[in-house]
């Protein structure tokens, strides 16, 4: 959209300017900008030139500009962050690192382990939080969540305050948790100092955005005369924030191509599944992980489906598309297999391709009245859909990069141990495939991983650390493993990490799929570890192999009285696989034995089970 200066206080030199750099920006350089011209509007000029220049390189060092006198800011600040997966955590760890390269004091903590009543004390909180499942909180977010959200939350006026929030623009309630937590802390007095962002799951650049924002505004702050860029770190770029912690320069920005062992279909012959094990190999790269860790995997789209676009449009392959922030570019057709999502309709998408149809059914469809049409509009359709049923388009070839969102990682985890399998990770992933809308779909990971990818093949990869999913620090320590279908992964990666160790804390493993004579993933694995006594239980759920259908939960259940002696023992109990449904029914039967063996109240058993979860003895990895 142009600016028309009679209609604005921009003069008609200024106002070309606007025009000729707004549409060359990315959604994470408008979020950026934000942040900044928060920071600037609050009348610190000079620490913000100061603060866009060092954003450019790292460790930046601009001349110095005049001082600009600041009223004396806190000289302590509170981060916290809620994380499922770790993304969270790490961006809070960038921000304590630049904050107390300031002198600034930092507590930094997960809100469940934080103290709430710490925070009338705070000078500074900052909360990076992401959303899970139906726009949810965290698990290590919720009980901070519901404290705010209580009568018994505490007026926090004069308390300063930004959020950064982190979800997924393909669910409905896009980083809620974050938007509530912004919300909630300025109704109870504190007073915003950074405008919130919300990051797509290419989150990088904007949270970077974003923490160069606080840091600017807090180092502002905290000297009475500031100038330049005296005192301020630069801010790194984007490859140089996406580091994992190990001496791998292997990272989510530079991911590693690594080699395909191997790579099995686990499930037997007869099955109407299919699941890969995936072996690959690291040498070379330096990455290491821990059992609970994922690897994040850059997948291609499938060349069908991407010939099918083309043809659509009438484009031409071979025409050069922007794929990078550099301006790197590739053939349209290499963009749309390796760089652009294609798969999945967003409402951002829906709202941005409403300038490139002369459809008008699209704009209409998009009015809030309709959400519910919209939200049963965009489940289970891709581009493909789109561009079919809202002809005519006038999109051309270089609308594609504004367009298009980033293809994005797809994690998983991780079912080997780094010793019992050294410069190797394993992978566990079922192939997905529905037909929907009159036509087949494909899991845009699983169907690359099991048709197209052999021996010898290279994945692009990045570890992804994941530190709310570990075993005990203590060996001798029980462990109870719930994890039906592909959610036995990790605790593959956990029993294999025991016998390394040579753990004598027992463990127990609950398992359930579809049939135990085609479906029994890693079967001989688990009577192998049974026999060498690094399993101690096993428990199995087949739900079509019996009239009545079982799962894992009604093993558990079954198991009551002594699931309940091994909690009271210092178990620790572990979940992983589908939220939806498994883990909210496996979170029950919990209860329940709780309440039951334990003779306590739901109330109680639920306090229990919370207390639990706050000591880290139990943890969930589900998606």
């Known amino acids: 959209m142009q600016l028309q200066v009679t209609n604005s206080p921009f003069t008609a030199e200024q106002a070309e300017l606007i025009n000729k750099l707004l549409p060359t920006l990315t959604e994470a350089q408008l979020n950026w900008l934000g942040g900044y011209l928060a920071f600037y509007r609050a009348g610190n000029v000079s620490a913000a030139a100061s603060e866009l220049a060092a954003s450019t390189v790292l460790e930046a060092h601009a001349p110095a500009a005049e001082a600009v006198v600041a009223p004396q800011g806190p000289r302590e600040a509170t981060i916290l962050f809620g994380s499922q997966t770790g993304n969270s955590q790490r961006l809070a760890g960038r921000l304590a690192d630049k904050l107390k390269g300031q002198g600034i004091e930092v507590t930094l903590s997960a809100m469940n382990k934080y103290k709430t009543n710490n925070l009338k004390k705070a000078g500074y909180l900052f909360v990076l939080v992401s959303t899970h499942g139906e726009g949810d909180p965290p698990d290590n977010a919720l009980t901070f969540y519901e404290l705010l959200n209580s009568k018994r939350a505490p007026k926090l006026d004069g308390l300063k305050f930004s959020v950064l929030a982190l979800g997924d623009t393909s669910y409905e309630f896009f980083c809620k948790t974050g938007i509530d937590f912004d919300t909630r802390l300025a109704e109870l007095g504190a007073e915003r100092i950074v405008d919130r962002v919300d990051c797509d799951v290419d989150f990088e650049e904007s949270a970077a955005g974003w923490i160069a924002a606080v840091n600017a505004v807090v180092n502002n702050a905290a000297t009475s005369v500031s100038a330049s860029l005296h005192g301020v770190e630069g801010v790194a770029s984007t490859s140089a924030l996406a580091s994992v912690a190990s001496d791998s320069t292997y990272s989510r920005a530079n991911p590693f191509m690594a080699e395909v062992l191997d790579n099995l279909n686990l499930n037997g012959q007869g099955s109407d599944r299919e699941t890969r094990h995936l072996e690959l190999s690291l040498e070379g790269s330096g990455l290491t992980y821990a059992p609970g860790d994922a690897v994040g995997v850059y997948p291609q789209n499938d060349p069908s489906l991407v010939d099918e676009l083309i043809s659509f449009l009438k484009w031409n392959p071979e025409e050069a598309v922007v794929t990078g922030k550099a301006g790197e570019t ?62 005519p388009w006038t999109l051309a070839v270089s609308d594609v990069a504004t367009l298009l969102r980033k293809l994005p990682p797809r994690l998983y985890s991780i079912a080997s141990s780094l010793n019992s399998h050294p410069e190797e990770v394993h992978l566990t992933i079922r192939k997905v495939e529905y037909k929907a809308h009159g036509r087949d779909r494909k899991g845009v990971c699983s169907v690359y991983t099991s048709e197209r990818l052999v021996t010898g093949d290279k994945l692009p990869i990045f570890i992804q650390q994941n530190p709310n999913f570990k075993l005990p620090d203590n060996s001798d320590t029980p462990v109870i493993m719930v994890g039906p279908g592909t959610g036995v992964a990790p605790f593959r990666a956990f029993l294999e990490e025991r016998e390394e160790l040579g753990a004598t804390g027992k463990t127990w493993l609950f398992y359930g799929d579809r049939h135990f004579v085609t479906d029994f993933l890693y079967q001989t694995d688990w009577q192998r570890m049974l026999n060498d006594g690094v399993l101690t239980k096993l428990d199995v759920a087949f739900s079509r192999d019996t009239d009545e259908k079982v799962y894992v939960q009604q093993r558990m259940l079954e198991n009551g009285a002594e699931l309940y002696e091994w909690l009271q023992k210092g178990a620790h109990v572990y979940v992983c696989g589908d939220e939806k449904h498994m883990a909210h029914d496996v979170q029950a039967a919990l209860l329940t034995i709780i309440g039951q063996y334990g003779g306590q109240s739901p109330e109680a058993a639920a306090a229990y089970l919370s207390e639990l979860q706050a000591e880290g003895r139990y943890q969930r990895d589900v998606y």
């Open 330 to 391: 590739s053939s349209l057709r290499e963009a749309l297999l390796h760089h652009f999502e294609i798969t999945v309709l967003t409402k951002p998408l829906l709202e941005k391709a409403v300038a490139f149809t002369g459809n008008d059914k699209l704009a209409e469809l998009l009015k809030p009245e309709h959400k519910e049409d919209l939200k049963a509009y965009m489940n289970g359709r891709d581009l493909l859909d789109l561009l079919r049923d809202y002809t």
